[in-house]
């Protein structure tokens, strides 16, 4: 496709369940990320991935958050015991590898809005 | 790491009239400094971006000026319009290889 796609765009579920998030990033894009959004507030970064390895995972929350890059594309966020503080929208976005220091434009896919009831 | 804060959190102006948003960042070897247009509801959208070997760039009513001796960066929108009203992040990063995010200004243009 030509942009960032993530899937569900929606998703309600019940505090305990585990949920996966997943990111279909641009055909050709190296690098990607994924960030976290409440409601009204800044963009949280939560994991960075350079083809499969997550060279800096530092915003992880807590051990129920973890993600998964295979093949060097498509990337899912689980999230394990879901807590109503969990809800928020989702975002990922990728960009090319870093070695082409003229392509580093990160494109943001449109979210999954994750709500936990 | 790369700390990047962003003034003002919310701003207010009459169409028409200007908006100045500014950010600084601490680490000197952030080369790179785009910045995202979120509407309500939508994905951030690249609007304009700046690299460390230019002091301005402008894109009709919007521009961009870096100061790499203070670390700071502005986003200016002229003549602004209803349309602009939106939250608008900047950002910093070294030769894309990881993106440091402001915390957002929620501009609202009063028509």
């Known amino acids: 496709g030509a942009g960032v796609s993530q899937s569900p765009s929606n998703k309600v579920t019940e505090k305990g369940k585990d949920v996966e998030l997943r990111c279909d990033p641009i055909?050709?894009?190296?690098?990607l990320y994924w960030y976290r959004q409440s409601l009204g507030q800044g963009l949280e970064f939560l994991i960075y991935?350079?083809?499969?390895?997550?060279?800096?995972k530092s915003g992880l929350p807590s051990d129920r958050f973890s993600a998964e890059r295979t093949g060097g594309s498509v990337s899912t966020l689980t999230i394990q015991r879901t807590q109503q503080e969990d809800s928020a929208v989702y975002l990922c976005?990728?960009?090319?590898?870093?070695?082409?220091?003229?392509?580093?434009?990160?494109?943001f896919g449109s979210g999954t809005q994750l709500s936990v009831l | 790491g790369e700390n990047v804060e962003q003034h003002p959190s919310t701003l207010s102006v009459q169409e028409g009239d200007s908006a100045v948003i500014k950010c600084t960042y601490s680490?000197?070897?952030?080369?790179?400094f785009p910045w995202y247009k979120q509407e309500l509801g939508k994905r951030p959208q690249l609007i304009i971006d700046?690299?460390?070997?230019?002091g301005e760039k402008k894109d009709q009513r919007i521009a961009v000026t870096l100061n790499k001796t203070a670390k700071h960066f502005s986003l200016h929108i002229t003549e602004t319009q209803p349309e602009d009203s939106a939250v608008y992040f900047c950002?910093?990063?070294?030769?894309?290889?990881?993106?440091?995010f402001g915390t957002g200004t929620s501009l609202t243009v009063i028509p």
């Open positions: 976005a990728s960009s090319r590898s870093r070695q082409i220091a003229t392509n580093e434009k990160l494109f």
């Open positions: 055909s050709g894009h190296t690098a």
């Open positions: 991935f350079q083809g499969n390895s997550a060279p800096d």
């Open positions: 680490d000197s070897a952030s080369n790179y």
């Open positions: 700046i690299r460390s070997n230019v």
């Open positions: 950002a910093a990063s070294i030769n894309g290889n990881q993106f440091y």
